[in-house]
């Protein structure tokens, strides 16, 4: 009888040896799959957030897509294209917007349609897609100011507008987004 209390007491401890490398093993893979992880796939979860820009820059909005390197917002009727360089933190919020110069209304959860694409197109690629409708834009700059006009163009490391004053390039490592709408 003794050695049936031995034998079961060490398939216990292997059992109970082998439960602790399993949840070890599982938090040691769940920490990688973290440490890969850029703002495209955090803010990716379909939730509203709330996010501040360099510059003091902030917006409320819902995720909608991500490329390599940025993100697009929807707040209100304007959409936000930051990329990840000018993000500086994000919180989850689904009670107000907020837009360039006004307050913002509330919305409720983002669309289910919303698309992350982890090797899609980089920052100054979506910008060049977008120049082809020539949209007026407002870049906000790291700066706290902004530059508006109609978009023309996207070169190799700027952007061309055409506002009132006339052309106005802008450098694209400076912008912290591009709201359009």
Do not use: N
Not at 72 to 92: H, I
Not at 93 to 110: L, N, Y
Not at 136 to 147: H, N, S
Not at 152 to 158: F, N, R, S, T
């Amino acid at each position: 009888m003794r050695f049936d209390d031995l034998m079961a007491d060490l398939a216990g401890e292997m059992a109970s040896s082998e439960d602790r490398a399993l949840w070890d093993e599982a938090g040691e893979l769940a920490r990688a799959e973290r440490a890969g992880q850029d703002w495209g796939a955090l803010l990716g979860t379909g939730a509203a957030w709330r996010v501040r820009l360099v510059g003091g820059h902030g917006c409320s909005g819902e995720f909608r897509a991500a490329g390599a390197d940025w993100v697009l917002l929807r707040s209100g009727a304007a959409e936000w294209y930051v990329p990840f360089a000018a993000l500086r933190t994000a919180t989850r919020d689904a009670v107000t917007s907020w837009a360039p110069g006004q307050g913002g209304a509330a919305h409720g959860a983002a669309d289910p349609g919303a698309v992350r694409c982890a090797r899609g197109p980089r920052f100054r690629a979506a910008l060049r897609l977008l120049s082809r409708h020539r949209p007026e834009v407002e870049l906000l700059l790291e700066t706290g100011d902004a530059a508006a006009g109609r978009l023309l163009q996207v070169g190799g490391d700027h952007v061309e507008l055409h506002s009132d004053a006339g052309r106005v390039y802008v450098a694209l490592a400076g912008i912290g987004a591009a709201v359009v709408g």
